[in-house]
């Protein structure tokens, strides 16, 4: 008998649609890590192109405040002038967060927060900081070495700085980074008729 040759079956509707579906979705997805990868691509070379130099912070003046250390509990106010140069000639820096804090034979003694601001071009910014300690809890050991301290009329301190921070050039921003800055030792005079020695940061970006 002859043999009846029967036509291919034809896709269903349904069939055609989700083939229709996956090919558009990996279209999508194809130009959605081309765009990823050309944004990388770009924000690696404006950042090489730029070069952006190493900030530099240090302390030029400090002074203590209202100290009152009772039952190892301690009050006062840290007063600083802190000096912020951004070196960069392209790159400004917005600082949308700073959080500063002082501490002393590592525990932290007293705590503040600063407003934020934008730091243009090859500038110096200095911030006058009031760090205070309200009834801050001191262990045993520390209280006993800081009044110690307080009698021989100097201190050494630690001061932390840590910011959010975003570059700026001409109209592109980066992505927020955290600036993490410890100036130490700081020696601080209870007593104001003594000089203060500028105290240079570390960076850590």
Known sequence: MPETLHPPA?????TA???KHTGLFRCIAFFLLALIVIVGITVLVIWI?????????????????NFNL??????????????AHNPNGRASIYYDSIEVSVAYDDQNIAFNTLEPFHQPT????????????????????VS?????????GDVELDV????????????????????????????????KSKGFQRTYCDIDL
């Not at 034809?10 to 349904?14: D, F």
């Not at 192109?49 to 405040?65: A, M």
């Not at 009772?70 to 000096?83: A, E, G, K, Q």
């Open 49 to 65: 192109v730029i070069k952006p130099k190493r900030l530099i912070y240090s302390i030029e003046d400090g002074s203590i405040q």
């Open 17 to 19: 649609t989700r083939q």
């Open 122 to 141: 090859r500038n110096v910014t200095r911030l006058k900081v009031g760090i205070v300690a309200e009834n801050a809890a001191l262990s045993g050991s």
């Open 160 to 191: 932390h700085l840590k910011a959010k921070i975003r570059f700026k050039v001409g109209i592109w921003k980066s992505g927020h980074r955290t600036l993490r800055i410890l100036c130490s030792p700081v020696t601080v005079h209870f007593s």
């Open 10 to 14: 034809q896709p269903s509707a349904a």
């Open 144 to 152: 006993k070495d800081l009044k110690l301290e307080k009698a021989s």
């Open 70 to 83: 009772n039952n190892n509990h301690l009050n006062s106010t840290f007063n600083f002038v802190i000096r």
